[in-house]
T-cell receptor, first 111, second 111 residues
Framework: RKEVEQDPGPFNVPEGATVAFNCTYS??????FFWYRQDCRKEPKLLMS???SGNEDGRFTAQLNRASQYISLLIRDSKLSDSATYLC????????????FGSGTQLTVLP | DAMVIQNPRYQVTQFGKPVTLSCSQT?????MYWYQQKSSQAPKLLFH???????NEADTPDNFQSRRPNTSFCFLDIRSPGLGDAAMYLC??????????FGPGTRLLVL
């Protein structure tokens, strides 16, 4: 079983739609969680950290469910510019320097 | 602007011909990382430097070496590139155990 698993997609949604991605992780002792965004042939960039209480940044909402070991990302009112691959990232409990990246979920927002 | 710079952006080498990829940063971050990312896959950590302390991932092939002569620069040496080493190589930095700041990557092609 992979340490971090994501549905690879692709998710094709119309502009203005709400879309949600889930990610599961295998290490129950993991302590830090993030969503990164990666545009085609570019480097990953931090989208948002994920906190235990859940957090929101504009149209983006991240949730953590420790009991079920999954994190989610919700994008509301999706824009064409949201088209990218979204990487789920989990930090190991023994060292936050050890981040494990998921393979990513590809999103295409259609006009 | 403070940033992570990678050179070259594209590198073509021949099977078995040594190649060196470079990374520099103006962020003054103490941790530097090298990741390998193949198409539609997660970035895979090869090694990282915590200050001058080198940390190799257990499954990183011996073919890959790294040098960090000072805080700002880090190099990835591939001693005998094989066809399977063709990938995007991403350099990243962080302050202690914070978020990763990625460079734009070097895309390596092995002929």
């Amino acid at each position: 079983r992979k340490e971090v698993e994501q549905d690879p997609g692709p998710f094709n949604v119309p502009e203005g739609a709400t879309v949600a991605f889930n990610c599961t992780y295998s290490n129950s002792a993991s302590q830090s969680f993030f969503w990164y965004r990666q545009d085609c042939r570019k480097e990953p960039k931090l989208l948002m950290s994920v906190y235990s209480s859940g957090n929101e940044d504009g149209r983006f909402t991240a949730q953590l469910n420790r009991a079920s070991q999954y994190i989610s990302l919700l994008i509301r009112d999706s824009k064409l510019s949201d088209s990218a691959t979204y990487l789920c990232v989990v930090g190991r409990s023994d060292s936050a320097r050890q981040l494990t990246f998921g393979s990513g979920t590809q999103l295409t927002v259609l006009p | 602007d403070a940033m992570v710079i990678q050179n070259p952006r594209y590198q073509v080498t021949q099977f078995g011909k040594p190649v060196t990829l470079s990374c520099s940063q103006t962020l003054n971050h103490n941790v530097m990382y090298w990741y390998q990312q193949k198409s539609s896959q997660a970035p895979k950590l090869l090694f990282h430097y915590y200050d001058k302390d080198f940390n190799n991932e257990a499954d990183t092939p011996d073919n890959f070496q790294s040098r960090r002569p000072n805080t700002s620069f880090c190099f990835l040496d591939i001693r005998s590139p094989g066809l399977g080493d063709a990938a995007m190589y991403l350099c990243a930095t962080s302050r202690e155990e914070g978020e990763r700041n990625f460079g734009p990557g070097t895309r390596l092609l092995v002929l």
